[in-house]
């Protein structure tokens, strides 16, 4: 890939999303003939119905099950919960008793969530009680319930609710907005005519504020059927340099209306922790994702980015290695590294010159893959497969660059004779992600090019 002002430079691997590629090297590849100047033809591109028998990297999430907890149970004096009670047990749980799923609408839009062309944030679904994590959100459904049993008589009083929480995470902001929506599902005997709800939520090692504070600290009555939102204002500041992981808890309880009762809580919390850190842009911009959701980068195989986004494709189907698809790429962000690796793979630290041929390819640059900004980048242009995609009447054609250089399939690396314009708006794109993916050094990533 190739940027103005001799800006390191990438290649992007490519996976199939939508309508699939097939990948030909029969009779009819082998038979087209060459145009002047180029190898024998190695494959075609086409789009196709067939699906492809690659796993889609189209939506990365991770979806773990929200863990039924052990009661949390609080003693009761008689006639505290209810004048006509006698003295009993309550006892707060998480259960995994299904209720029902939530959607983004059942909670408010953002009008700051952010994202950009070649990442949009996106939504955030769950099921019924799990939790669902994206590269910036998660969200997630808990089912709580609250029993009192009365120990004189054994008659037992049951509550039920449902909490859903969604938050979108911001890759230049410290600071989110997680809301969650109280649901009283059911209730029967002493929560037949209401409860007082308390919840609040949490984070170890950030600031959490909420809301609706008198939720969290005195409590708020709801009856059966009623719901009301929660939010709560998450936020962290890491030093210049610096990488926080910061877990997100919750706390819940509810007593029968008379109240006066101390109960301890029901409690949960996330599973995969939000990574903040203030490592991008020398260290001047606060960014905060799901770190254990590996990011994707996806360009089409369009009249932008066209022979840039053919030699990813080709180079992730075709080299046994499939580095960006079978295994994650890696970013790097030493800008003297990234030159040496791009100097390496098509300037003059490669013991194989790469030869612009602006008569072959017009304004004919060199594209590489994997990435010069990456640390599986930087392999010497000579082991490169060296390939010209070329398009015509709406098929992609890979050819050999030198047929005395014959390509075998297991080289690491490849080198491509690609217009200039669309290198280098391939290299803008890829900027892009690692911008609104909030991708830092040594983060892995996977790529993904389609039509």
Not at 128 to 139: A, H, V
Not at 168 to 175: A, D, E, N
Not at 258 to 281: F, Q, Y
């Amino acid at each position: 890939m190739f940027a103005p002002q001799r800006r390191p430079l990438t290649g992007f691997a490519a996976l199939v999303v939508g309508a699939a590629l097939t990948l030909s090297a029969g009779p009819a590849a082998q038979a087209a003939s060459s145009p002047p100047g180029m190898g024998r033809p190695l494959d075609t591109l086409t789009p196709s119905e067939v699906k492809a028998e690659l796993r889609s990297l189209s939506e990365q999430q991770l979806a773990t099950p929200m863990q039924e907890s052990e009661p949390s149970c609080s003693e009761v004096a008689a006639g505290v919960a209810a004048p006509e009670a006698g003295p009993g047990t309550i006892c707060t749980q998480v259960t995994t008793t299904p209720t029902r799923s939530f959607a983004s609408a059942d909670l408010p839009a953002h009008d700051d969530d952010e994202g950009s062309d070649a990442d949009p944030v996106g939504t955030c679904s769950v099921q019924i009680n799990t939790i669902t994590y994206g590269r910036l959100s998660y969200c997630y459904n808990a089912s709580v319930t609250s029993t009192f049993t009365n120990s004189k008589t054994g008659m037992a009083s049951l509550a039920l609710w449902t909490v859903n929480g969604q938050a979108t995470l911001k890759p230049k902001s410290g600071s989110w907005q997680e809301d969650d929506l109280i649901t009283f599902i059911s209730g029967t005997n002493l929560y037949a005519g209401g409860a007082t709800v308390k919840f609040a939520a949490s984070c170890s090692a950030c600031s959490a504020i909420p809301m609706n504070p008198a939720l969290a600290t005195i409590g708020v009555p709801m009856v059966p059927g009623g719901s009301l939102l929660a939010s709560t204002l998450f936020s962290d500041a890491p030093a210049a340099g610096g990488v926080d992981y910061v877990a997100p808890s919750y706390s819940f309880n509810a007593q029968p209306p008379s109240g006066g009762i101390v109960i301890s809580p029901a409690t949960w919390a996330l599973n995969h922790k939000v990574r903040c850190d203030k490592t991008m842009e020398s260290n001047t911009v606060t960014g905060c994702v799901i770190s254990d959701v590996t990011p994707i980068f996806k360009i089409p195989i369009d009249d932008k980015y066209g022979a840039a986004a053919a030699t990813y494709f080709w180079a992730t189907t075709k080299l046994k290695s499939r580095p960006g698809v079978d295994s994650a790429l890696t970013r790097l962000d030493d800008k003297l590294v990234k030159q040496a690796n791009r100097r390496r793979t098509c300037e003059d630290l490669s013991t194989v010159p790469f030869v612009r041929d602006n008569d072959l390819v017009p304004t004919d640059s060199c594209d590489e893959y994997p990435f010069a900004a990456t640390y599986e980048g930087g392999t010497n242009g000579a082991l490169c497969a060296e390939i010209v995609p070329q398009l015509k009447d709406g098929v992609w054609t890979i050819y050999t660059y030198d047929d005395a250089r014959p390509v075998t399939l297991e080289e690491p690396c490849v080198r491509s004779h690609v217009p200039l314009k669309q290198n280098t708006d391939a290299g803008s794109k890829y900027s892009g992600f690692l911008s609104s993916q909030h991708v830092i050094d040594l983060e892995k990533f996977y790529v993904n090019a389609h039509f």
